[in-house]
């Protein structure tokens, strides 16, 4: 099972951007491009929503409504590290972003129950 770390969280203001990255452990690296990744935020008081997932290759992704245009899902199988490129942040992106990775190779689904080697969250505030 992959053990992932996210990072890159932070307080920005509406219309900015900000880079999220999601690294595998030492010890999952190798395990790494064999699954596809996910992003999902959770609001305080809400469930925790699908972001977008990207497939094992980096060819094939899937994105929510609500970030398509702005958001853009990214890996580098070397590194063992899938990205969270957030540009014209709105104050509803606002949440702790978690990163997990999928059931298969090519997974692109929006439900978090599917997902596992859960992360410990990156905090992303937009403000006015």
């Known amino acids: 099972q992959v053990q992932l770390v996210e990072s890159g969280g932070g307080l920005v203001q509406a219309g900015g951007s900000l880079r999220l990255s999601c690294a595998a452990s030492e010890d999952s690296l190798s395990d790494f491009s064999r699954y596809s990744m996910g992003w999902f935020r959770q609001a305080p008081g809400k469930e925790r929503d699908f972001v977008a997932a990207?497939?094992?290759?980096?060819?094939?992704?899937n994105y929510d409504d609500s970030v398509k245009g702005r958001f853009t899902i990214s890996r580098d199988n070397a590194k063992g590290t899938v990205y969270l490129q957030m540009n014209s942040l709105k104050p509803e992106d606002t949440a702790v972003y978690y990163c997990?990775?999928?059931?298969?190779?090519?997974?692109?689904?929006?439900?978090?129950?599917?997902?596992?080697?859960w992360g410990q969250g990156t905090k992303v505030t937009v403000s006015t």
């Open positions: 997990a990775a999928g059931p298969g190779s090519v997974f692109l689904g929006p439900f978090p129950s599917s997902y596992n080697g």
């Open positions: 990207i497939s094992w290759s980096g060819e094939t992704s």
